[in-house]
């Protein structure tokens, strides 16, 4: 244990200020940006003749885009993630991925347009439409 | 244990028995944190998996109900949460190069920021409240209440009744009592017979506040689409808000505790990590918000 080599080189890295500027600068565009596409681009696409449908696709599109953008650049540079071990970046990208795979749920709600069965209260007031029918439609 | 750590030079941060060297060490703190914060994503996941649910089944009037939320101040907050992201990223910066001042001033301005955030989050929720959007037992949402500056514009004079209908009087004959106002220029608009609240009183240390983001102020919208579905709209908006704001009041605790410490030159702070596991901290909460203000301020119709 202590015949450990310390290596100057390989210790901890400061990220350089103007790099945290850049990237402050950087977020505060992206920023201006989605409001910008939230308040202009919907009129913008709408005189190009686009149905109402696509453009919402390409607004929500758009909006997440830009925050995972975003977010992409603080976990990189201000959280320091593109300057640690590859270790801690597994980690850090890990979680997304499993976060991701949370998507998995809504196969759920695709295949199961029916509740089978009725629930303990005959009525209840529930914000999603209830089909107890025993045939979906 | 000081026989259980060894420098490596007199400059160096101290190396615990249990590690090789310095590297392997700080790399287990960073490491630590991320599975904290990996759990901290999947927590925050499962309620935005929720709200994409809701989001996808009742796009229409999730779009109407968002009208509710002033982007401005959203804007806002989104603002001071990136900038205190720098802040913070900053005050580990000098806390590396061992610039105690300085990386006190820079936590000290995440502090600032953060009750920034704090201040025009109050401000929003206070005026949820008053507007009867807080979806509780006071909750109203419909088309008869709210666009108090439709009634009170276009040259009209109107007076809502408690039934929700009101009656106007047209720009024509702007002196009520005097004879210009003939019978014809009034006009009833039945009400759909629900009661229209009035506004609620906010509570006084709220009001203060109103004068400082006034500047940010947006007239109060007409309320359309389902009230159910704005109520869900408004829950989710209020949990994830409300569990947002939690981790800032946390993080409000923990720079505050890590100023003290290094100011009272703490024996646990015997480097930048504590720095670094708060920063860590902090940037995850701009990272929620930077998710949540597209998705509640910014729907697209």
Partial sequence: ?????????????????????????LLGFLMGATIWAAQSLPAMLHSSGLPDAQISLIMNIVALT??????????????????TTKLVKLYAIGGFV????????????????????HGWEPEI?????????EIPD | MSDHTHHHDDEHDPVYFQYEQIDQQQETYVLGMWSFLVTEVLFFGALFMLYIIYRWKFQDDFYLVHEQ?????????????LFSSFMVAAAVH?????????????????????FMFMMVKTKEYGDKWSHHLIPNKAFSYGEHHGGGGELGGQGEHAAVLPNGGKITLASGATNMGGEGA?????????????IAPQPREKPAFLKFLDGVFAPLDMPEKEQHGSPEHARLFLSLYFLMTGLHGVHVLVGIIVISALMILTIKKAPTI?????????????HFVDLVWIFLYPLFYLIPK
């Fill in chain 2, 182 to 194: 003939s019978h014809d220029e009034f006009q009833y608009h039945p009400g759909n017979g629900t």
């Fill in chain 2, 270 to 282: 015997t480097d930048y990590i504590p720095t670094e596991m708060v920063g860590l901290y902090w």
């Fill in chain 1, 98 to 117: 499993w976060f991701c795979l949370m998507f998995i749920m809504f196969a759920d709600y695709a295949t199961r347009p029916m509740e089978p069965v």
């Fill in chain 1, 1 to 25: 244990m202590a015949t450990a080599q310390h290596d100057h080189s390989h210790s901890h890295h400061i990220i350089p200020m103007p790099v945290l500027i850049g990237n402050l600068v």
């Fill in chain 2, 94 to 114: 000098y806390a590396q190069k061992k610039r105690k001042t300085q990386q006190l001033i820079c936590l000290g301005i995440t502090l600032l920021c953060a």
């Fill in chain 1, 66 to 83: 830009i925050a995972f953008l975003k977010a992409g650049f603080v976990i990189a540079i201000f959280m320091g993630v593109k300057y």
């Fill in chain 2, 69 to 81: 939320l002033n982007w401005k101040l959203g804007g806002l907050n989104t603002a001071v949460l």
């Fill in chain 1, 125 to 133: 007031p529930s914000a999603l439409p209830r089909n107890t029918s």
